[in-house]
C-alpha cells in the first residue's frame, strides 16, 4: 500500500514528520481525509482534530489544532497549525475550568479563546475517526 508524507508544523517547532497512510484534517469547511495521490488543495483549519494513520488503517497520533492551514499534494500533506497539543496531553478538567473563567470575560479575544476551549473538549468527547 502506498503511503504520503505528513508534516504537522506549529510556530515553535516541527510536531510530526513521518510516511502514513492517511490523514483526517479539520478544514475551514469540515474534516477531510488526505490520502496518498490526494489532489492539489489548500485549506484554511477549524480548531479541531487532525488524525493521523497508518498503512494499516490503525490510528498512530491524534492531535488538537488550534486553526492554521494545510497544503496537500499527491506527496505530501503540510499542516501549519496556530497551536497544537497531542490529544492525550489534554487535561479535561483544566480546559473546563478555562471555559468558566472565560465566559466571565466579554472581550472578542475571551470569546475566540472560548471557542477554541470549547472545540478541545469536543474534540476529547468525540470518538468519530477512532476507527477507520
Given at each position: 500500500m502506498a503511503t504520503i508524507s505528513f508534516d504537522l508544523v506549529s510556530p515553535e517547532n516541527l510536531i510530526f514528520n513521518d510516511e502514513v497512510g492517511m490523514i483526517i484534517v479539520p478544514g475551514k469547511d469540515g474534516d477531510f481525509g488526505v490520502l496518498p495521490g490526494h489532489s492539489k488543495v489548500m485549506s484554511s483549519l477549524r480548531p479541531g482534530r487532525v488524525m493521523v494513520y497508518g498503512e494499516d488503517k490503525?490510528?498512530?497520533?491524534?492531535?488538537?489544532?488550534?486553526?492554521?492551514?494545510?497544503?496537500?499534494?499527491?506527496?505530501?500533506?503540510?499542516?501549519?497549525?496556530?497551536?497544537?497539543?497531542?490529544?492525550?496531553?489534554?487535561?479535561?478538567?483544566?480546559?473546563?475550568?478555562?471555559?468558566?473563567?472565560?465566559?466571565e470575560q466579554e472581550t472578542d479575544i475571551s470569546k475566540e479563546q472560548l471557542n477554541i476551549a470549547k472545540a478541545k473538549i469536543d474534540a476529547l468527547d468525540s470518538n468519530y475517526y477512532e476507527k477507520i
Open positions: 490503525n490510528l498512530l497520533k491524534a492531535f488538537f489544532v488550534s486553526g492554521g492551514f494545510a497544503e496537500v499534494n499527491p506527496e505530501k500533506c503540510i499542516v501549519l497549525a496556530e497551536s497544537v497539543d497531542e490529544i492525550n496531553s489534554i487535561e479535561k478538567s483544566l480546559i473546563e475550568k478555562e471555559i468558566q473563567k472565560l465566559e
